[in-house]
């Protein structure tokens, strides 16, 4: 039902025809609807106000001198958007309605404040009257700045929300429990694999969708969660996906409950943990398992040792640790590339696992060295220790079958120590030191089989233990010194000398390098070879330059021997060449002796390092030539200048007492040195028959026994030198 406005017919067409920047009468001022709770304020037919009540006036923030006459325009208003932008004077309400006839209904209009700053907001409606033929407008509005703010705050909030969940995995959801209606978001179906209106929603739906096994402890969960007083939530459980796979999901959110705990309602968000849960996966495999072969590692293979000590102790049952190491590996490694030896490694890896039972273990903890971990092998030693020889059995023959290598096969063989443990306190790191010793023990006896730890290989690690630090204290204390054995032409000239390093100990006899003691091996395997070897080195540099000033010493070559781990050196030969400047020895009368053992080394590291050497004038010579499998390979690659013959072709030959066998490998090598212009030296030479034979085949120099021993350098100078000569 439409009413009219009070209205004072007489006093609006004073008002209107009242000229703008005139005076108004006094008596036009008040207005019949000063008492409405909303602003009212009539424009003429040419937009100027007529008439505004008390309330607009208060809004508006003028007076009634101020507002009567003003026209609808800029200068006059500066009405803004309900989005912040300046309002164009055609789409004030008044200008609306007088331009086209039609009302306004509920428009959010701004006006900056006058006084407290900011923007006031009003809700405006103009409606369009007819008087006298003219059209006027009727603009009322009320102040809606409190709600206006609250929903722009609102929407705001809303935005953040809706920008936060588009970046975010997680989904969602509501349960309101008093009416039992159930909201779950488009992402949360999404996790699923289904559109929101493909599947029946209620209050257990993300139960149902749950894996099976999970089903009855988020029923329990639930249960317990809601007779509890909780209010915050979490818990983690899987969703099957509608291809079939799970999808991990972490579901938390609040609970609402009235004044005595009861729970109100439920809401909140399910993530998507797939990520976390590759990444947690990653870290744990990279933390306990080997990245090459996929086997558990040394951290993953100690904590699991310790489980199976545990088991043994409660079973009292024996079980077994075997260190695996590959015979020859790091040869194949270092010539045929890392890219082949990680090949076989594989390889090995898949074979040990199918030679292995179920419940054996099997780890990696490095380079070629696996270890497995055997239980349950019978509460009788004897029967474990079978038990044991049978998986090494297996192992060996799996192995033992060629792998195929990029197109080419290889062998390899494992030696294999093992040790076994019944639950004693026996730590683990002993158990492996056990293994490892009688691994290193099955080298020692030809490789590609196992041995069994004993108390004995304890001992004699602990003897290599206490020789190490001897050689240690040598080394400082300068105890190694130089002997020289003196080499001959077949007419008994003495044609050079090498030199033998002896390891003159405080009140011990003078220790050769082997025999009893066999401090060459033991600084090898420690790697003080080397910094004997320089100290080797510099005496004998400092030797050839105070022979260089002795006439009969003058022209005499000396040989050193080297080992394979100063020749791999990468600063050697500019350590070498230090030495001989710093001594001024001879460079050309010095001769460096490696044996075929230091090829297993990368080949095209080495050869420049000997040609740098060779340029300065250094010799090398191939040392027990003829025992190596590729001898003929190196002299085609590197800058040697002799061969000398070892101890195994010098005594070959006389074990029939006629030298038969013999004489056509000696003769053989010979006629390859001539052809390559070669020296030819034959060591250890120990009686009448060997120094005939070897002179008739024609080597150039020779040495042994039976014609000098080893003497200290001082010693060798007295007998050869020009003073021993006098």
């Not at 004072?8 to 209107?16: F, G, K, S, T, V």
């Not at 493909?198 to 029923?219: G, N």
């Not at 074979?351 to 419940?359: H, N």
């Not at 079978?386 to 297996?394: F, H, I, K, P, T």
């Amino acid at each position: 039902m439409h009413t009219e406005p009070l209205r004072d017919p007489a006093r609006e067409r004073a008002l209107e025809d009242t000229r703008p920047g005139t005076e108004v009468p006094a008596h036009l001022l008040d207005h019949p609807f000063d008492d409405l709770p909303a602003g009212v304020v009539v424009h003429g037919s040419d937009g100027h106000v007529l008439s505004a009540n008390r309330h607009a006036l208060e809004l508006l923030g003028r007076g009634t001198d101020e507002a009567v006459g003003l026209e609808a325009t800029v200068p006059a208003w500066h009405f803004i958007r309900a989005d912040g932008t300046p309002m164009p004077p055609h789409e004030f309400p008044a200008n609306h309605v007088l331009r086209t006839g039609e009302p306004v209904r509920d428009l959010v209009v701004g006006l900056p404040a006058q006084v407290a700053g900011g923007v006031r907001w009003m809700l405006a409606n103009a409606q369009p009257e007819r008087r006298d033929g003219r059209l006027r407008a009727i603009v009322c509005f009320t102040d809606c700045t409190a709600l206006h703010t609250t929903r722009l705050a609102l929407e705001r909030s809303e935005e953040r929300l809706a920008l936060a969940l588009r970046g975010s995995t997680d989904a969602p959801w509501d349960w309101d429990m008093v009416s039992g209606a159930t909201y779950y978001s488009p992402r949360w179906w999404e996790l699923v694999g289904y559109a929101p209106d493909e599947q029946e929603s209620d209050a257990t739906t993300w139960i149902r969708m749950a894996h099976p096994d999970d089903q009855s402890r988020i029923a329990g969960f639930l249960a317990e969660l809601l007779a509890s007083g909780r209010e915050h939530f979490g818990i983690e459980f899987r969703l099957r996906h509608r291809a079939g796979h799970d999808v991990p999901v972490l579901a938390r959110g609040y609970i609402v409950r009235d004044a005595d705990g009861r729970p109100l309602r439920m809401s909140g968000t399910t993530g998507d943990l797939t990520e976390r849960k590759h990444a947690e996966r990653r870290i744990y495999e990279l933390a306990y398992f080997d990245h090459l072969t996929g086997l558990p590692n040394r951290r993953f293979l100690t904590e699991e040792l310790g489980k199976v000590l545990a088991r043994a102790a409660r079973s009292q049952q024996y079980g077994a640790v075997m260190f695996l190491d590959l015979d020859n590996f790091k040869v194949l490694n270092d010539t045929m590339g890392h890219d082949v030896g990680d090949m076989l490694l594989r390889q090995v890896a898949t074979r040990l696992r199918t030679a292995l039972r179920e419940s054996d273990h099997l780890a990696r903890l490095g380079g070629d060295e696996f270890v497995v971990v055997l239980e349950n092998l019978g509460t009788a030693k004897d029967d474990a220790i079978g038990e044991a020889q049978l998986v090494s059995r297996r192992i060996l023959d799996a192995l033992g079958v060629p792998f195929d290598l990029v197109a080419c096969e290889c062998s390899t063989s494992p030696s294999i120590g093992t040790t076994l443990f019944d639950g004693d306190r026996t730590g683990i790191d002993v158990l492996l030191k056990q293994a490892d010793l009688a691994m290193y023990r099955a080298k020692a006896e030809g490789r590609n089989t196992m041995r069994f730890f004993d108390p004995g290989m304890q001992e004699a690690a602990a003897r290599q233990a206490a020789l190490d630090g001897q050689l240690r204290d040598g080394l400082a204390r300068r105890q190694f010194v130089l002997h020289c054995q003196p080499q001959f032409a077949p007419d008994g000239r003495l044609a050079g000398a090498e030199a033998l390093v002896r390891w003159q100990r405080d009140g011990a006899d003078m220790a050769p390098p082997v025999g009893a003691g066999e401090f060459i091996g033991q600084a090898e395997a420690s790697g003080l070879i080397v910094p004997i070897g320089m100290q080797v080195l510099e005496e004998s540099c400092d030797l050839l330059a105070r022979w260089a000033r002795d006439p009969c010493l003058a022209a005499l070559p000396l040989a050193v021997n080297v080992s394979a781990r100063q020749l791999r050196d990468p600063g050697f030969p500019d350590a070498l060449a230090a030495m001989l400047a710093a001594s001024g020895a001879p460079a050309g009368r010095l001769t460096l002796e490696i044996t075929e053992n230091v090829f297993a080394a990368k080949l095209p590291d080495l050869i420049p390092r000997m040609q740098r050497l060779n340029e300065l004038g250094v010799q090398f010579a191939l040392d027990d030539f003829g025992t190596g499998p590729s001898s003929l390979a190196y002299l085609q690659d590197f800058p040697f200048a002799t061969l000398k013959i070892g101890r195994a072709l010098v005594h070959a030959p006389y074990h029939d007492g006629a030298g038969a066998h013999g004489r056509p490998l000696v003769e053989a090598i010979v006629a390859l040195a001539r052809k390559l212009d070669l020296g030819i030296i034959a060591e250890d030479v120990e009686d009448e028959a060997q120094r005939s034979l070897l002179a008739d085949c024609g080597c150039d120099v020779l040495q042994g026994y039976l014609l000098g021993r080893p003497v200290p350098a001082a010693e060798f100078e007295r007998m050869y030198g020009a003073a021993g000569t006098a």
